[in-house]
């Protein structure tokens, strides 16, 4: 399972360097706002936090976190003691490492953000989790939305609004990501993931990172 977890992680920081290289014709505004190159990290001041509250449906296979904390550091890869990054994910279920990531790379802790959803979708309807997270990289690097809320950039997704298999997806064809940003080269202030009440009368699935 953590082998699994890691090379998910791997592939959506793949997906970041990737769209940074990538001609601007190849994706929209939203796409290069979320995907703004923000290495490499200074992190001199300390970590940074994020509080993290996830809410959904208790079903085989999934039990909502709760509520947490996921932290971006920089610390020294023993193998050959040059610096990299990790994210320490702490809830009242979970308590791990993830990492490492190189500093230059790609924003960690939206590969979190982005592959939690994609695992959490899987889970929630059964679907493929390769399908769902290409539909994901699809949405982000060609669709979108950005309008202005108290002077940030909000770039908003709905990945699945005009997929062939919506209806079979229990609710999530509804799924909306929106992306609070600052500056290009500032962290993401906030994510979410969230979807209207889940087929069956279950409750709505729901994931927000919020940067303290």
């Known amino acids: 399972m953590r082998l699994l977890r890691r090379l998910a992680l791997i592939a959506f920081t793949g997906l970041a360097v990737a769209h940074i290289a990538a001609p601007a014709t190849l994706a929209g505004e939203a796409g290069d706002l979320v995907f703004a190159d923000r290495g490499p990290w200074d992190l001199s001041a300390g970590p940074l936090v ?21 932290t971006l550091r920089q610390v020294t890869d023993p193998s050959d003691g040059q610096p990299v990054l990790q994210l320490d994910e702490a809830t009242a279920r979970i308590n791990r490492k993830i990492g490492p990531f190189p500093v230059s790379g790609g924003d960690p802790s939206l590969t979190f953000f982005l592959e939690t959803v994609s695992r ?31 002077g940030h950039p909000v770039a908003s997704f709905q990945p699945f609004a005009t997929d062939p298999n919506r209806d079979r997806m229990y609710g999530f064809g ?24 889940l087929a069956g009368d279950r409750p709505a699935y729901r994931n927000e990172m919020v940067l303290k």
């Open 50 to 70: 994020w509080a993290i509250d996830q809410k959904g449906p208790e079903v085989a296979g999934f039990v909502p976190l709760g509520q947490g904390t996921i």
């Open 120 to 150: 959490d979708m899987a889970a929630l309807t059964g679907g493929s989790p390769f399908y769902i997270r290409d539909r994901l990289k699809d949405a982000l690097f060609r669709g979108g939305a950005v309008e202005q809320q108290d």
């Open 174 to 197: 509804d799924l909306t990501l929106r992306f609070v940003l600052d500056g290009p080269d500032r962290p993401i202030r906030r994510m979410l993931a969230e979807t209207g009440p």
